[in-house]
């Protein structure tokens, strides 16, 4: 099992940033791809950013240029660095692990980012 532990959410105003973290634990040694995901009210899931175990990022077009993910294995921490926050950023962010890109997703608990105006 892999347990997934996000923190870091909270309410900031437009233009600023905050940075999710998500701390895994348990079998995470076949975790080759790490995430988050993203789910506003009335809307659907949706990927953020993914990091594979060789530091390849892969990114939704709506956050390039202001999300950045990373990952320090030695830690077992998965970053989201978010800067320039818009209000449609407001969501429930959700840290994932999978092994591979058919995988199952695992989920973490999720972590709320309210940006206001």
């Known amino acids: 099992q892999v347990q997934l532990v996000e923190s870091g959410g909270g309410l900031v105003q437009a233009g600023e940033s905050l940075r999710l973290s998500c701390a895994a634990s348990g079998n995470i040694f076949s975790m080759n791809i790490m995430g988050w995901y993203r789910q506003a009210p009335g809307k659907e899931r949706e990927l953020v950013a993914t990091?594979?175990?060789?530091?390849?990022?892969n990114y939704a077009e709506s956050v390039k240029g202001r999300f950045t993910i990373s990952r320090d294995d030695a830690k077992n921490t998965v970053y989201l660095q978010m800067n320039s926050l818009k209000l449609e950023d407001t969501a429930v962010y959700y840290c994932?692990?999978?092994?591979?890109?058919?995988?199952?997703?695992?989920w973490g608990q999720g972590t709320q980012v309210t940006v206001s105006s």
């Open positions: 990091i594979d175990r060789d530091g390849s990022t």
């Open positions: 994932t692990a999978q092994a591979g890109i058919i995988a199952t997703i695992r």
